[in-house]
């Protein structure tokens, strides 16, 4: 019989032979290279450390999301379920919806037979928002690993051969959402979804048990191809224009580049047509926010979309992206269009924004049979102010080098 004390001290060392026995063997699994994968958990691990001991916390991170996103999604899920959040975004994501029917029956190049397909299509589709259920399920690992609250990509969530929309619970934050905040929740979150909405209704088939179905006739596709091939046209000229690299087949190129993002590109020009109908028709109970005064609520719905995309880019990363387009399948294009050519596509954007140059422009539409030209018109407008305004934008582009106290003094001057 023993006393506590020895207890105490027979647990102890059964511990530390429990941990020399699981070193040892751990030790003689990483010398041999049977286990590839401790072998590659311990490289990580040293990584992580820099000189004298200290943690690589970067590295860290990026090890820790890339090889345990279930766990830590089930975590953030618990920690934050944000419930309430959810209820309000399922809000949204059905707002959009109702907003797509009713721009599907007001298109012009759509006969009845397209148009009831293609609602019906919609309405079938299932939402998802947040995560899945089984995230928050005790012991046990959530069954669809898909519907992931951290899903860190927000541009990927429509889900094609289910046949569904994912809305993760990363993305319920500044820049795209804010609980009362109109602006940016349609701006942001809406556009978003609207997006991916997009590429739902810019498929004129579905495929049930591996057979093809069509959803529009023959009529409605050769009209929604030719404009397609407008968007296409217009970002191609947008990416000729921009990329200051010269070669015989750079035409060829942008051309390319142009058809190869389409998809892309005219989901981005249909999530903002509709996120702005949709958002009009919410009427917000406010005109101005106290810290931006200058802008009224359909201005900063424009900031809002525009802030998704926030970034900065080098020129030559722009036009290497661009070139490098159709080489390495990527589909999207480099932010900087991704904002201003949908813009372009908008009169309401034009109006609101006297100082962008928008004269002569072509608007897009793809929901108008036909091309139109635009001239911006506003009361008072004349040559001098035009002078102005291209004046001010080459100051703002001289505002971006080194030597800038005197441009921006005199845009000071002249605002």
Known sequence: ISTKKEDQKILLYMDGMTFDIAFDSVQAILESKTDQYLSNATKSYRECLLEKGEVNKRKCVNETTTNYKLELGVAYAKKDPQKNTIKDVQSLVDTM????????DKNDWMDEISKENSKNRARDMESYVGYDKSFL???ELPKN???NPLLMNAHYMYFNREHSIFVPLSIFNPPFFKQDMDALNYG?????????????HNKHTFTIDKVEEELWTESTIEAFDERRNCFANQYSEAFEEFVTIRTDDMKNRSLSVGRESVEENTADSGGLRVAFNAYQRKKPNYDKLINLPKFNHKQLFFLAFANVFCSSESVEYTEEKILTTVEKNKKHSPSKFRVNEPLKNMKEFAELCLYLKMDDEEVLRLTKRKLKTMKLKKNGLSLENVAVRDIIRNLMDYAKFPDKKDSLRILRELL
Do not use: D, Q, R, V
């Open 97 to 104: 919806k109702n907003e797509w029917a009713i721009l599907i």
């Open 188 to 200: 942001g979150m809406g556009f978003l979804i609207n997006h991916e909405l997009s590429h739902l």
């Open 145 to 147: 690993e898909k519907l």
């Open 137 to 139: 399920t005790p012991w």
